[in-house]
């Protein structure tokens, strides 16, 4: 099996061959997510949301993209693994960015780092990273960190001024020498603009099929999360199969079907 690499952002790009990016946040499903051969795990702060139950990202530290990231690199020590940059993690002066994202490629064991980037002052952290010979991953659109300011989870790039600013952003991520940018949430049309102007590999996230990649989460993409947003697929009913798994095993246990012989250990009786 190929072992994906940084410079095989600009490979694939090359060659038009598809990323494939799926989120990961413990051991286990870091393991599945390697064994099915997904190109790149992102421990993504989505984690506040699909592990912790809150309502957005806001709220997650540093620390437990370290944590997580930890997890996540024993169930997969052969994958490219992203940590995201949590809020206000690089947001001040490059030089904490630097030390936030030492944190997650020294301690936590990713290969790259994502950001949020949705304002031309967020550039100069980027390329701060780049020079401490750290990779970043930039993300653009639908950034959910910007929640207040967007008042709420919406289609960004509507409008031509929206547009023209997405794709300001998208030039300035390529050119701060990110290796590749998600694009989340803005039209298909606009993400397909954006991906035939950049010579380094787009990563979509609903932004349509003319993406380099594309990015989903692990509960939504398997069927876990009962209402999973609307560019997500669902490509199995696994809570479904959970669930009929916990109610076949109440049912034995209440009916002495289990354990039986099979799952018992015989010793000597006196």
Do not use: W
Not at 259 to 268: C, D, I, L, V, Y
Request: glycine share 8%.
């Amino acid at each position: 099996m190929h072992k994906f690499s940084i410079n095989d952002f600009a490979k694939y790009k090359l060659n038009q061959q598809k990323i494939t990016m799926v989120t990961a946040y413990d051991y286990i499903s870091a393991q599945i997510l390697e064994l099915s051969g997904i190109d790149t795990i992102l421990v993504g702060d989505s984690l506040g949301m699909v592990i912790q139950g809150e309502a957005n990202t806001i709220n997650v530290t540093l620390e437990n993209i370290v944590y997580h990231t930890k997890a996540v690199r024993k169930g997969a020590s052969n994958s490219f693994i992203i940590a995201d940059m949590p809020y206000l993690s690089y947001h001040f002066t490059p030089s904490e960015t630097i030390k936030n994202a030492a944190q997650l490629i020294c301690h936590g064991g990713a290969n790259a780092v994502k950001l949020e980037i949705n304002h031309l002052a967020a550039i100069e952290h980027i390329e701060a990273l780049i020079a401490a010979q750290i990779p970043v991953i930039g993300h653009i659109g639908m950034t959910p960190q910007s929640i207040n300011m967007f008042g709420g989870f919406k289609l960004q790039g509507k409008t031509e001024i929206e547009a023209e600013h997405i794709t300001e952003m998208a030039i300035k991520v390529e050119a701060a020498r990110a290796s590749a940018i998600v694009l989340e949430c803005i039209p298909e049309d606009l993400a397909a603009k954006i991906t035939a102007m950049l010579t380094i590999p787009t990563i979509g996230i609903g932004a349509g099929n003319n993406c380099d990649g594309q990015v989903l989460v692990f509960h939504d993409l398997l069927g876990l999360n009962p209402n999973p947003p609307k560019f997500a697929r669902k490509y199995c009913n696994t809570q479904q199969l959970m669930l009929d798994s916990l109610s076949e095993f109440a049912n034995d246990v209440k009916n002495g079907r289990f354990p039986n012989s099979q799952h018992s250990f015989k010793g000597k009786s006196k």
